[in-house]
């Protein structure tokens, strides 16, 4: 291809490409929002399009680098070309992209296509003329496309090897004819085109070139091996019939039906930034199979190698998988491998290693690695365990490095463990693991083979622990170990393991573990044990054998590129009030208002979004976690102005707006750089008005172009705006609403209807409320910071943030926030302060003890007359408990990060509860709709008697995963900003209905509801977790812990109910108009479902006193701590149906409160229950053991029959009811 002009004016290069065309016309420019279009119109209704920024590309060459989104398209339906035929020209165009380099020419792409086009048809005319339908072309059988039968010419041969970096050219020879003297060779680096210096050779000269003195293309004799076309002479390097291999990569040659040689370069001399071509690239539909194919230098008599052999090479044979990964490999294996015709016929690369060569010589073994039609870009075989000498190393592993596209790399290394029979196993097991995943020089990586080791082998299994967040185990992610556990060494089955085996013991010995990859994502579509039959041995006796000690693991991945496109951005947008008045300044509906709505860009183009959880995990919970460090502001626009190049008018922000913009698209850029195309072009936040034809319109429309008085937004929110990848007829829609600040805004409706019915159903938090609350936040975010400080601390920092409800910006009870505790690096001395954490660092107890004590006593110094009550509270974290006198009750827990040395937003470690309420916030996709529908839920839930995890039913995070998978799930696309800030009762109808239809239906004795489906079955580490629970609601957020993990089977049949009932009424009801779905979401509110239900006979009164108010909070709430177990064992162990109240009912003198527990059975057969008395007496007893209980805190019961229960209740006024 030709070679980058930069001389030429970018209107000189358009023109050129005019040249080659039919038609000037058919090469068009549009205006595209900042960047301009063009689109070039081939024969047959082909198109091929791109952006460039006319700002940056005045003096710059039209090459690949300086265009985006390139792409070859359909321009309208009446294409005449048949798919085949569009699916040829659309590889090849493909091919071309991918074996260029960033200084190739657009118009060289264009002739290209163009001569393509029309091979093709002239092709397919000869073809039809015979009778003969067209040959097929497929991506993987490249040798019968016409892209590599087509001899390449000298040019692009030069051109492959000049930007290979797989190729040494300090080894390649040019030869070249003289048009008076004949051939003559010169050096590749030395030789000068005809264009770079006075006695340069023309391109057309080229006769052949040379690579270690073997001819790799030659242009008389029609040799061609660097691209396809090998009619290779015996002047090659090919293997003799002898098979003499050496350690490398090898491929079979048609031609001279010979194994030979491939050049390669080791991994460390791989420059990452060189893009792959096509022959290196991974399929992204990639078929995996490794296999431990068992040496047989022991017991060798017992386990008929050779029968075992051609079997695996025949399962081989069957399957033709696109990777394999071998493992004790010896030379008879080889020798029967190389004569294989399928592996012959489907173009497999082989790596060698030596000890698997020399085997027969030094009884040892080794491991392979093929590939089909593509080959490593490089390898290397290094040492296994890098601290033994070179003379001891016994094992090896294969690196071998593909591309997953042009741009991005992931490295396969085919290995093997050591095994118990070797001195020091599990350390050099360990040892080996821990090097592998520390020094590794890329984020891509599968380390794939026979790890010796299960999942019960406590060191290795502690190491990859520490890894499990950037290291996914394969199959712990579609599977639980303990349903499945993927046993690939059996001898309870496997007849050959059986021998092999000392234990007996089944293990999951080999393995995927995939690198959490960079701008990639994958699923899994299966994978699962292959090679577990067995073989006659003898017909006579029917003996059988397996074909190897370990049965074969097979995987079937889909790697997905994620890709940075002009059809996605992250933008502001400014209130829909000011819409009106910005469209006015256009020259009618304007080309950028059809497709955008106004906004200012932050990062445009962006990642290309397709709701996955890879995207949520890698770019917008980032993101969130990001911008909740960034406090919301206003921006003012006060002025237009143009940009004269472009013919572009454009409104500005002033002064304080354009710093506040710049400062957050600096941290945007820095979180995610890759979106930035120039990082040296300096950003300039502006609201696009009208891109004009000339400078002469801009010039005209300018002095019209006069704003009356400057206007402000909030920037509460940025968006990510989408639109379809194939139709650039489509407007832009919200794709995802994410908001800046640690709190959401208080949950308010525009639309009048819904704030009607939100204030009739009293949904929404007063002020009042919200801002007792607001300022205690701020009260005791001032109070630690007198604690931690710059001046108290250098080797310390805090954080102190909301979660819960508060932070998702609705009406709860309480206000849960968290205190979390970042070491962090510094050349400074130590401050007192510091000198006693770091004494105690590793005596956590005493840390959290001493953290707890400063708070706690900072706490009582500054709110001495504001508090009721300051407490230590010991529950799964550390929490101190605060009442304050306004009745404000806030809940702080404490988190400690050690060794991280990291500020909250670049932590890896999840903080308390902050990280679980973002993925929800994340998933929802729009925070102000998903507030409305979990506000009108949780009322819902709590007029059911069905809220609160502490009584048995769901708790409020419970409630909140399940409103955000059904606004993820059915909230219909966002087209535009009105369809949030006028989010209607129609649409909240349209949820709330779908609420109760999906999960009446859900099967929950059986599934788990979660956000994350394919890490559902994987919690190895927390499957007694997972177990608790009759309803599993997983957290999104590692380690995926049970929310629901309170529920018990009467329980979760009460809620299952409420469902139903909901769900029954909506069909029974009419729900046409918008006043029938405002009415049939008012009676839903209205319905409740008293305590206790109808079939319960028997109650338990539990009556909890104090003589202090203030302390009967805590005594009811270490009641509340003991009731599960109580509950738990009423039901597995005395089978007793069980119903919880959820409220605590205080009587009049505030210094006592009765909770009551309904049962199914009459009183009488309770009372002589003899196992529900021990555990009644069980449960009181753990009540009385609490140890800060004053001698004024006592507790009573009574049973009563739910007759006389009723009369009680009629005669006893109560004071409150308290959840």
């Not at 035929?85 to 792409?109: A, K, N």
């Not at 050779?306 to 990777?323: A, E, G, W």
């Not at 360990?430 to 984020?443: G, P």
């Not at 572009?648 to 354009?658: A, C, D, G, I, R």
């Amino acid at each position: 291809m030709a070679e980058s002009n930069s001389e030429i004016t970018l209107t000189e290069q358009l023109n050129l490409i005019r040249s080659i065309l039919r038609s000037e016309e058919l090469l068009q420019i549009q205006s595209s929002g900042d960047y301009d279009q063009v689109r070039i119109k081939l024969d047959h209704d082909i198109q091929i399009t791109f952006f460039f920024d006319s700002l940056s590309m005045f003096n710059k060459p039209l090459v690949i680098k300086n265009v985006h989104d390139l792409q070859l398209t359909k321009s309208s339906s009446k294409c005449l070309l048949t798919n085949e035929q569009w699916i040829t020209i659309r590889q090849y165009f493909d091919e071309l992209i991918q074996q260029s380099d960033e200084t190739t020419l657009i118009q060289s792409i264009v002739q290209l296509i163009q001569d393509h086009l029309l091979q093709i048809l002239a092709s397919n005319k000869t073809t039809k003329q015979k009778g003969k339908k067209p040959p097929k072309t497929t991506t993987l059988d490249k040798d019968s496309s016409s892209t590599t039968n087509r001899f390449r010419g000298g040019e692009l041969i030069f051109n492959r090897i000049l930007h290979d970096k797989t190729i040494d050219r300090s080894k390649v020879i040019i030869g070249y004819e003289d048009r008076f003297t004949g051939i003559h060779e010169i050096a590749f680096n030395e030789f000068k085109k005809v264009h770079d210096h006075e006695y340069g050779v023309p391109m057309h000269r080229l006769r052949h070139f040379k690579i270690n003195g073997q001819v790799v293309w030659d242009r008389t004799n029609k040799i061609d091996i660097l691209t396809g076309n090998k009619n290779i002479t015996n002047s090659h390097n090919l293997i003799k019939d002898d098979l003499h291999l050496a350690q490398g990569l090898f491929y079979f040659d048609q031609s001279t039906q010979q194994w030979i040689q491939y050049p390669h370069i080791p991994i460390t001399s791989d420059d990452q930034k060189n893009p792959s071509t096509i022959e290196t690239c991974l399929p992204s539909r990639c078929h995996f199979v490794t296999w431990n194919i068992l040496v047989d230098y022991h017991h060798s008599q017992l386990i008929y190698t050779s029968q075992r052999y051609q079997s695996i090479l025949d399962n081989l044979k069957s399957l033709l998988p696109d990777v394999i990964c071998l493992q004790e490999v010896t030379k008879p294996f080889i020798n029967l491998l190389l004569n294989q015709i399928w592996l012959q016929e489907n173009h497999y690369y082989i790596v060698f290693m030596e000890k698997a060569l020399d085997s027969e010589q030094t009884k040892s073994y080794g491991q392979l690695l093929l590939t089909k039609n593509f080959r490593p870009r490089s390898f290397s075989i290094c040492p296994l365990d890098t601290t033994e000498k070179a003379a001891d190393v016994t094992k090896q592993i294969i690196i071998a490095r593909f591309g997953l596209n042009p741009k991005i790399t992931i490295d396969l290394v085919n290995l093997h463990l050591n095994s118990n029979g070797s001195r020091n196993a599990e350390r050099r097991r360990c040892q080996a693991l821990e090097h592998l995943l520390q020094n590794l020089k890329t984020n891509n990586f599968m380390l794939i083979g026979d790890f010796n080791f299960g999942d019960f082998d406590l060191k290795e299994n502690d190491l990859l622990g520490k890894y499990q967040e950037e290291v996914h185990d394969l199959w712990k992610q579609i599977y639980n170990i303990d349903e499945n556990p993927g046993h690939t060494f059996d001898p309870s089955r496997n007849i050959c393991a059986r021998i092999m085996s000392d234990s007996q013991i089944n293990r999951r010995f080999d393995r995927y573990l995939l690198h959490k990859l960079d701008n990639v994502y994958y699923s899994i579509e299966n994978l699962q044990l292959v090679g577990t039959e067995t073989i006659p041995i003898d017909e006579s006796n029917e003996k059988q054998i397996n074909l190897s000690d370990h049965y074969a693991l097979q995987l079937i991945i889909d790697f997905q590129t994620r890709i940075i496109n002009h059809r996605s951005a992250l933008v502001i947008l400014p209130s829909t009030n000011h819409w009106p008045m910005i469209k006015s300044f256009c020259d009618g509906d304007g080309p950028s208002f059809v497709q955008w709505p106004p906004h200012f860009n932050l990062l445009w183009p962006f990642y290309y979004l397709n709701h996955s959880l890879d995207d949520q995990l890698d770019i917008l919970l980032p993101l969130r976690i990001l911008l909740s460090q960034i406090s919301s502001f206003q921006i003012q626009v006060d002025d237009f102005d143009t940009f004269v190049e472009n013919h572009v008018s454009f409104l500005k922000p002033n002064e304080k707006s354009t710093q506040l913009m710049k400062e957050l698209f600096e941290k945007t850029k820095r979180l995610l750089p890759a979106c930035v195309k120039n990082p040296q072009n300096e950003y300039n936040p502006h609201l696009t008005i009208e891109q004009y034809e000339n400078a002469e319109q801009l010039k005209q429309a300018r002095s019209s172009l006069v704003l009356d008085k400057p206007f402000d937004f909030p920037v509460e929110y940025v968006y990510i705006l989408q639109r379809c990848l194939k139709d650039d007829a489509q407007p832009f829609h919200i794709l995802y609403q994410i908001p800046l600040g640690p709190v959401l805004p208080k949950l308010n409706s525009i639309d009048s209807k819904l704030k009607e019915f939100f204030q009739t159903m009293n949904l929404y938090e007063n002020d009042e409320s919200y801002n007792q609350k607001h300022d205690k936040f701020t009260k005791l975010s001032s109070c630690f910071q007198q604690i931690f400080n710059q001046q108290n601390s250098h080797h310390f920092r805090h954080s102190f943030v909301p979660y819960g409800s508060f932070r998702i910006g609705i009406n709860g009870q309480d206000l849960d926030t968290v205190f979390v505790l970042n070491e962090v690096k510094s050349n400074e001395d130590e401050t007192e302060l510091d000198k006693t954490l770091i004494k105690m660092q590793h005596d956590k107890s005493s840390l959290n003890n001493h953290i707890l004590n400063l708070l706690e006593a900072q706490i009582k110094t500054n709110f001495e007359n504001e508090i009721v009550y300051c407490r230590k509270v010991q529950a799964l974290f550390s929490i101190i408990s605060i009442l304050f006198t306004d009745q404000t009750k806030v809940e702080v827990s404490l988190q400690i990060k050690l060794n991280e040395k990291q500020p909250l937003e670049s932590s890896k470690e999840p903080t308390l509860g902050v990280h679980e309420i973002e993925h929800l916030l994340i998933h929802a996709r729009s925070p102000p709709i998903f507030q409305h529908l979990l506000t009108f839920i949780r009322k819902w839930a709590q007029n059911f008697g069905i809220y609160g995890q502490v009584y048995g039913y769901l708790g409020g995070y419970s409630w909140a995963i399940l409103c955000a998978h059904i606004c993820h799930s059915f909230l219909t696309p966002i087209k535009s900003l009105y369809t949030i800030e006028q989010f209607s009762v129609d649409q909240l109808f349209s949820l709330v209905q779908s609420f109760f239809s999906t999960y009446s239906k859900f099967n929950w004795s059986t599934e788990a509801l979660t956000l994350v489906p394919r890490l559902s079955k994987s919690m190895n580490n927390s499957s007694s977790i997972l177990q608790r629970g009759s309803m599993r609601i997983l957290s999104p957020t590692p380690p995926h812990n049970n929310s629901a993990r309170a529920t018990m089977a009467s329980n979760r049949d009460l809620i299952v109910q409420s469902f139903q009932r909901i769900e029954n009424l909506l069909e029974t009801i009419n729900t046409i108009s918008s006043e029938d779905k405002f009415n049939a979401l008012k009676r839903i509110l209205e319905l409740k479902v008293n305590f206790p239900i109808e079939k319960i006979q028997t109650i338990i009164e539990c009556t909890l006193s104090t003589d202090n108010p203030n302390e009967l909070d805590e005594w009811i709430g270490w009641m509340k701590s003991r009731l599960a177990y109580f509950i738990n064992d009423c039901e597995t162990k005395c089978n007793l149906f069980v119903q919880r109240n959820n409220s605590i009912e205080y009587q009049s003198s505030k210094n006592e409160g009765v909770y009551s527990i309904g049962f199914e059975i009459d009183e009488e057969r309770l009372k002589t229950h003899r196992s529900f008395s021990h555990c009644l007496s069980r449960f009181l007893d753990q009540c009385n053991s609490y140890s800060n209980r004053k001698e004024s805190m006592k507790i009573s019961h009574k049973l009563l029959s739910i007759h006389d229960w009723k009369l009680e209740q009629m005669l006893r006024k109560p004071q409150r009811l308290k959840n």
